[in-house]
């Protein structure tokens, strides 16, 4: 595990909440994902492949049964491993984050660089979101060591609605009033 992870800055950030080609954005993401795996000598298997495409249909979180039953559906297999195993292959290899508010998962959308995003999840649509988490890290961080309570993982991830759910319930609250 040397392979040298280009800078955060160097790729662009994906418009998750924002009207974007999301078709060019699942290929970038598909495309980073084989050279990575290429790269490092991993074999990406059709299910594993598959189980990719499956999440990067769009920026939503979707949950292990329903990649399991896109997969069963497409000749994969029904039994839960087959996607579990795919999930955690991507997760490990950071081709899909684990959302745990959601108990679900998420394609990345910087795949290929090191980060530890705040994850920014809309619980109307589902919608994840990856923000910058450096700073956010460094302040939990700074606040355990006050205490010294050694950190050894921090999920960081907030609720609430994305741009077109908030413009959505804001519309329904007009109409009832
Ligand atoms: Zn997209
Ligand atoms: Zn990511
Ligand atoms: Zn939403």
Redesign the pocket.
């Known amino acids: 595990m040397s392979r040298p992870l280009p800078p955060p800055e160097d790729v662009p950030d994906v418009p998750v909440f924002a009207r974007h080609d999301h078709a060019r954005c699942a290929e970038g993401a598909l495309a980073a994902a084989e050279a990575m795996a290429a790269a490092a000598g991993l074999r990406l298997t059709p299910v594993r492949r598959r189980t990719l495409e499956i999440l990067l249909e769009s920026h939503r979180a979707m949950g292990a049964y329903e990649v399991l039953e896109r997969l069963a559906a497409e000749g994969f297999g029904r039994q839960p491993p087959v996607a579990y195993r795919a999930l955690d292959f991507l997760v490990e290899q ?1 081709f899909a ?1 684990r959302i745990r508010r959601l108990n679900a998962f998420a394609a ?4 290929g660089t090191d ?1 530890q ?1 705040v994850f920014l999840i809309c619980r109307g649509c589902n919608a994840v979101a ?1 923000a910058p988490g450096a700073e956010a890290r460094a302040a939990v961080e700074a606040a355990a060591t006050a205490v010294g309570f050694r950190v050894e993982r921090a999920s960081l991830e907030a609720a609430g609605l994305c741009p077109a759910c908030a413009g959505a319930a804001a519309a329904s609250s007009d109409a009832v009033r």
Not at 108 to 111: F, G, L, Q, S
Request: with cysteine; hydrophobic share 0%.
């Open positions: 950071g984050h990345c959308t910087r795949p980060h995003p990856e």
